[in-house]
């Protein structure tokens, strides 16, 4: 079975859809997924499902949520090969202070048109940075997420439907994806 990487919006946010991951991975099981790991507590799943196509598997998950949760949860679904490719897409330096912490991939429900990329413009500037290629945008953010000019919530106005996930967690899922063992953190 293939193995995919779902990447839930809006849950556990600010106390808001709260979720704990354990009634998440039941969720998952009950959709027909297998070996269903979590990672942190904001709603990132690694599974295995029979499913081959992930647009498919992306409906099929957003509504058994949906009707299980009683609120729509978007949810962007990736294969391990398209994850390989978002990181390797990285336009940014892995040198640029805290990395890890500050830089984000904002994963979009569509791919952003080009106008509405020229509209995010003025909220782009050396210490919050924004390149978008096809259904990933990579934010940079040199003073951190948390007073930024360049919000999530200003992404996605302009530029739709998005979640974001720092890239520590990214590159996480992808190796939990991968079979690979994380480090230990602290």
């Not at 058994?64 to 330096?93: M, Q, W």
């Not at 805290?98 to 995010?120: D, N, Q």
């Not at 413009?121 to 997420?145: I, T």
């Not at 530029?159 to 520590?168: F, I, S, Y």
Request: hydrophobic residues 40%; glycine residues 8%; proline residues 4%.
């Amino acid at each position: 079975m293939p193995t995919y990487i779902a990447l839930l919006r809006g849950i556990n946010v600010s106390g808001q859809k709260l979720i704990r991951m354990a009634a998440l991975q039941s969720h998952f099981e009950s959709c027909g997924a297998a070996s269903v790991r979590t990672y942190i507590q904001s709603g990132n799943v690694v599974f295995e499902h029979r499913e081959t196509n992930a647009t498919t598997l992306r409906r099929t998950l957003e509504t058994h949520l949906e009707a299980r949760l009683g609120y729509a949860v978007p949810t962007p679904v990736k294969t391990v090969k398209e994850l390989a490719a978002i990181v390797a897409a990285n336009p940014y330096s892995a040198g640029l202070p805290e990395f890890g912490k500050r830089m984000y991939v904002c994963f979009f429900g569509k791919a952003p048109t080009t106008a509405a990329i020229a509209s995010i413009q003025p909220y782009v500037h050396d210490d919050e940075r924004l390149v978008v290629k096809g259904l990933a945008g990579y934010a940079y953010y040199a003073n951190g997420l948390g007073r930024a000019r360049l919000s999530s919530a200003v992404i996605e106005r302009r530029l739709g439907m998005a979640t974001l996930r720092n890239w520590n967690t990214v590159t996480a899922l992808l190796k939990l994806a991968r079979g690979e063992t994380l480090a230990a953190s602290g």
